[in-house]
């Protein structure tokens, strides 16, 4: 059984490479089902969600290759088949696969997805939105069937701007005939990235990167290739745990700044100096973070997937601070874990009270899911003595390789392997 064993750090100083984004990835990697033929994608990053993507996709007679950060996917001969809850359930991404297929062949069978436990995560406004797109809904056993015999485009105005019922209307409105008016739409960067993919495909789509979005189905689609950018949640994750730790850390592989300009202005606020580069971000750090009041929300606010590394940080700021989710319910599921290493942080609802001016103590911890176990080693860095985390698993599914990552900027972190789970 594999840990990661993160010792107490003093600095942070070196260079990490921002690999590419898991959440643009995805649903790119679904839309290549909406046409017939090859398509490349470059700075796909190699993390489990992906290869459980591919999973996916073979299970529909797609082809995968991945070969470094080059995936190639080939959908000539992709055929439809009922997708199992043992692999729809290993990923949220999967329920992608709805708009796609049903794009594509009208028809869709396939488990409920799964993904990070960090709330109840619903798809009710994903399947209304099909339902205005005259697709009949049904739950067989464990299964949700969907049919149409005449993918309509239509109006549909979401009741809450969600990232993945916008991403799979788009795939759906795609294919479909007519024209289809997305209103009150997410607008974060994986959903610019997927409507610019979709155009690169031949759909005609208005209002990219606004919150009204119009999607004209055209017919054929066809293949197309994907440079895909770099991951917004990962460059946060080793810029704000920089707040905590003295250096110079620079961010390479980093395009378009303004996808995490809201990170970029929390880790000013924390008290990093961000000099922004070509190719990239220098941050600068004291290592003494400035204690705030801050809060998760949709894009462009702060990402809600960042706030379990904010928290550990905070504690050693030089006041107390607060943070508040408005997102998920089971965000702040970190606090247990940093209580066990002595945190002292107190949650009310879906804020939590952080003391300031507090020495971790390294201890046995567990992930229980993706950016609650990065928020680990971000503590892990910070606290005195070792960290042992277990159920790196989840780390995985979206961190090609944050031993090494971090290794690269001097922290003190290690694989470890263990006989006991
Ligand atoms: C995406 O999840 C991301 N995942 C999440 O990142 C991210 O935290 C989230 O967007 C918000 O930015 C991927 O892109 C794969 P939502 P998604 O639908 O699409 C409620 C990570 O760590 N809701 O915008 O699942 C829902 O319960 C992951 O990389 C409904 O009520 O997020 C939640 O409270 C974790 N009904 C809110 O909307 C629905 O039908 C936002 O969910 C759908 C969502």
Redesign the pocket.
């Known amino acids: 059984m594999r840990k990661i064993c993160v010792k107490e750090t003093s600095a942070l100083n070196g260079e990490i490479r921002v690999q590419g984004s898991?959440?643009?990835v995805?649903?790119v990697m679904a839309a290549t089902l909406l046409a017939s033929g090859v398509s490349v994608i470059t700075n796909c990053p190699d993390i489990e969600?992906v290869h459980v993507m591919c999973e996916l996709l073979r299970h529909l007679h797609v082809k995968t290759k991945m070969s470094g950060n080059v995936l190639t996917v080939d959908t000539r001969q992709a055929e439809n088949a009922p997708l199992p809850y043992s692999l729809t359930g290993k990923?949220?991404?999967s329920?992608?696969l709805l708009g796609a297929m049903l794009a594509r062949w009208q028809r869709a069978e396939l488990g409920m997805?799964g993904?990070?436990a960090?709330?109840?995560?619903?798809?009710?406004?994903?399947?209304?939105g099909f339902l205005r797109m005259h697709v009949d809904v049904s739950l067989r056993q464990d299964m949700l069937v969907c049919r149409s015999f005449y993918l309509q485009g239509c109006e549909y105005h979401l009741?809450?701007?969600?990232?993945?019922?916008?991403?799979n209307m788009l795939l759906a409105a795609a294919g479909a005939k007519g024209r289809t008016v997305l209103r009150g739409a997410?607008v974060?960067p994986?959903i610019v990235e997927l409507c610019r993919y979709l155009v690169s495909m031949g759909a005609l789509i208005e209002g990219i990167g606004t919150d009204v979005l119009v999607i004209k189905g055209t017919g054929e689609l066809t293949p197309s290739d994907y440079s895909n950018v770099y991951d917004r949640?990962v460059a946060g994750t080793y810029l704000l745990t920089a707040a905590g730790l003295p250096g110079k850390l620079k961010l390479t592989g980093i395009g378009e700044m303004s996808y995490m300009e809201n990170t970029i202005q929390t880790a000013s606020r924390l008290g990093i100096s961000v000099k922004k580069q070509q190719d990239g971000i220098l941050a600068i750090s004291s290592g003494q973070a400035r204690a705030g009041c801050f809060e998760s929300g949709?894009?462009p606010a702060f990402?809600?997937?960042l706030l379990p590394v904010l928290i550990p940080v905070l504690l050693t700021a030089d006041g107390a601070s607060r943070v508040r989710e408005t997102?998920?319910?089971n965000?702040l599921g970190i606090v247990q874990e940093l209580n066990r290493m002595g945190a002292g942080i107190r949650v009310s609802g879906q804020t939590a009270g952080i003391p300031g001016g507090i020495k971790l103590t390294g201890c046995r911890v567990r992930a229980t899911?993706?950016?609650q176990g990065a928020g680990l080693v971000t503590a892990g860095l910070l606290a005195e003595g070792s960290t042992l985390i277990s159920d790196i698993g989840y780390i995985e599914?979206?961190y090609e390789d944050i031993v090494r990552d971090l290794q690269a900027a001097g922290a003190v972190i290690m694989y470890e392997e263990t006989d006991e789970s």
Do not use: M, Q, Y
């Not at 960090?118 to 209304?128: A, K, M, Q, T, V």
């Not at 009741?159 to 991403?167: K, L, M, Q, Y």
């Open positions: 898991k959440n643009t995805l649903p969600d990923l949220r991404s329920i992608l997805p993904g990070c960090i709330g109840l995560r619903p798809i009710d406004l994903h399947l209304e009741r809450f701007p969600s990232v993945g019922a916008t991403e997410a974060e994986e949640i949709i894009h990402p809600t997937d997102i998920f319910e965000r899911d993706l950016r599914r979206g």
